[in-house]
């Protein structure tokens, strides 16, 4: 029996998850959290009925307890609400489905316990992967990736030798905006970005979409997971979103992954721990695909991409500069305070004016999120 922790499971990844569990007889939920929104999170609770269940903030935490007091399941809340779900006894996996930095502290506990870790919070390996995989191969924990371009190389890996590896190929949709000049940039609207052409997600990272971030997140991300340089990682625009990834070997032969865009395969080979199973989805209908195309990365119009491999290659607390301020200025765009455009300048900024630490702790980048937020509000 799979006992699952699941952090995050009102958002796309962790309701994705849990219909992955309700095809799967041998998984149970044991753990839960959510962020703020209590009315579908009772719904889950009593469909699953887990031990414990996590929320934001202490007066959720008092309204839910209010809500489901007939199940007598114990209700956390916030950051220690996060380490009790991912530590929680009787689970075996960790399912990692919350946005942000707070997603690294109840990820590093649960190592530390032993769990094995369904990896779907960026931040984790953005901002602290020199923390994260040695302390995983210390304790002997699998960390499985469940982004579909990271799981697409996880795939191509299975089987293979480590040092075969000549190359890591991330493919990339281009999102909304592919093909536009800066020119074009200057005056697109939230309603515009938020249009993706294939994926359904939530708006953060349907922005991070939009300007590639996203892609220069997963470039950092790749380089912690398979252990490569970034002179191994490229970026190649694959506009249908039919090959979610591929890998290039010492003897040019490359494996790739195709498949619909949909989470649930890549969630499934996690929590099955890369036995294949059957999934009640759509399949690739390749009568119906006219083409499949490629093309180059735009590094001059996203600016965001370039930056990844520029903060990438520095190390130390550039990456969390990154992705700190990508978040704030993510949250402004959405809430239409800043211009698309002003994402990358406010990037840009916090990493050449932020205090550079070259080996972080935990409490460094923790820090340095502090910092860049306040360095932001500050402007």
Known sequence: MQKIALLGSTG??????????????????????????ITLFEKQIREFKPLMVSVQTEELAKELKIKIKDLNIPVYYGKEGLIQVAVCESATIVVTAIMGMIGITPTIAAICEGKDIALANKETLVTAGHIIMPLAQEKGVKIYPVDSEHSAIFQCLNGEEKGSVSKIILTASGGPFRGKSLEELKHVTLQQALKHPNWSM??????????MVNKGLEVIEARWLFDVDYDQIQVVIQPQSIIHSMVEFKDHGVIAQLGTPDMKL????????????????????????????????????????????????????????????????????????????????????CILKHPFVENPTIEDILETEKWIYEYIESR
């Open 12 to 37: 796309s990844i962790g309701t994705q998850t849990l219909e992955v569990v309700r095809e799967n007889e041998d998984m149970q939920i044991v753990s839960m959290s959510a962020g703020k929104n």
């Open 202 to 211: 939530g708006k953060k990272i349907t922005i991070d979409s939009a300007t």
């Open 266 to 349: 890549p969630i499934q080979y996690a929590l099955c721990e890369t036995q294949r199973r059957f999934l009640s989805e759509e399949r690739l209908d390749f009568w119906s695909i006219p083409s499949i195309t490629f093309e180059k990365p735009d590094f001059e119009v996203f600016r965001g991409l370039s930056l990844a491999y520029e903060v990438g290659r520095k190390g130390g607390s550039a990456t969390t500069a990154y992705n700190a301020a990508n978040e704030l200025a993510v949250a402004k765009f959405l809430n239409e305070e800043i211009s698309f455009l002003e994402i990358y300048d406010m990037i840009e900024a």
